[in-house]
């Protein structure tokens, strides 16, 4: 199976959600015929209907002419069932974020599928290898994570798994170039290189809300940095009860001291922009995050309630502590070879997460701070706030060289 020999023609996608339309979008809108599988009817009929919508959309907008949109709404059909998408090159799985709904998938595709189809999950941090385990072509499996919305974002994370054949990755890197997507390869490991670098950042911002800040004041010093939104206004955009549902399914996590503000947050019915209310208030029809004093009173609430100590937090602090955490993070994504460079990560941040484009990205970043100021930061912050602060061994070594992560 040699590039030359597999282009992707036809693919299907399972699932009608917001994903799975963009996803559909993504291949429609790069010459590839699709079907479109759910196992609700209604949900896929509406699917198509806002596709078609959003291509009148672009019509109006001058971006593409009525031919271009027909030709693409051509490329896309219903399938009734798994049975009719067998002669497909490709399957993108887009379901919610379920590890037994997903191999059960993948089990039943596996058993149909002509022996050299890919199968791909757009799974934003399960185990691909876990999902590959279910089927008997581990070689022909992997991630295809997209960002939402789907076709409009520039960032597609390929997901190799520890069988995925170098054919595979070949036919998905060629597939993202003809989607115009930024392709970046990760290994396989909780939440790849964009997510897993998001946790700890979300991290610090959420125990300073326990510490003294406010949402406001953490989102306000992460655009000041340049940041396209701070992280309490991506939450609303992307919906705080995503992370609030996962928790409760999986039973775990919901008693996390820096977590409880969220808690709060979604027992009320304030899950973001969709609801309008979140960390911030939202008028109707509105996008624009307006500051609420409600919040800061629940914030003051909960860390209050949980025997913090409230303390002035300025924005040079909220600066340090997010962006260390990201950048600690990245290198020992990097040290594990999750990553194949500084630079793929990078792109990740760049195109994935508003990182300001004029500072490079997180490593690049760093690179420009110095790496031996970077490792004594690190270690300062580790004296005061503890272990979770340690220096990926990666900065020391490079640090002790006067190398930065692009020399590697």
Known sequence: ??????????????????????????????????????????????ALTTVAQTYAHNVRQGRIDQAEADARMARVSAAADYAAIRNVDLVIEAVYENLELKQKIFRELDGLLKPEALLASNTSALDIDAIAAATRRPAQVLGLH??????????????????????????????????????????????????????PYVLEARKMLLEGAYP???????????????????????GIDLEWRAR????????APEVQVDNRLCEMGRFGQK?????????????????????????LRVSEDLGFQRRDIGPEEILERCLLALVNEGAKILQEGIAGSAHDIDLVYLNGYGFPAEKGGPMAWADQQGLADIHQRLLALETRQGDQWKPARLIGELAAQGKGFADR
């Not at 960032?155 to 069988?163: F, K, P, T, Y």
């Not at 953490?218 to 609303?236: E, K, T």
Request: glycine fraction near 12%.
């Open 275 to 299: 609801s309008g209310n979140g960390y911030y208030h939202y008028e109707p029809g509105s996008r624009q995050a307006e500051h609420d004093p409600e919040v800061d009173a629940l914030v």
């Open 216 to 238: 406001q004041q953490v989102d306000a010093a992460l655009q000041g940095f340049g940041f396209a939104m701070g992280p309490f206004r991506m939450y609303d955009v992307v």
């Open 146 to 199: 997209f960002f939402s919305p789907a076709h409009i974002m520039k960032l597609l994370e390929i997901v190799r798994g520890a069988q995925t054949s170098p054919a595979a990755l070949e036919a998905a890197l060629a597939l993202g170039k003809r989607m115009g997507k930024v392709s970046v390869v990760s290994g396989n490991c909780h939440g790849f290189i964009g997510n897993r670098m998001l946790h």
């Open 1 to 46: 199976m040699s590039q030359t020999s597999f282009e992707i023609q036809q693919a299907a996608v399972i699932g009608a959600g917001t994903m799975g339309r963009g996803i559909v979008m993504c291949l429609a809108n790069a010459g590839v015929n699709v079907q479109w599988v759910d196992n609700n009817p209604q949900m896929l009929e509406q």
């Open 248 to 255: 409760q399914l999986a039973g775990k996590g919901q008693d």
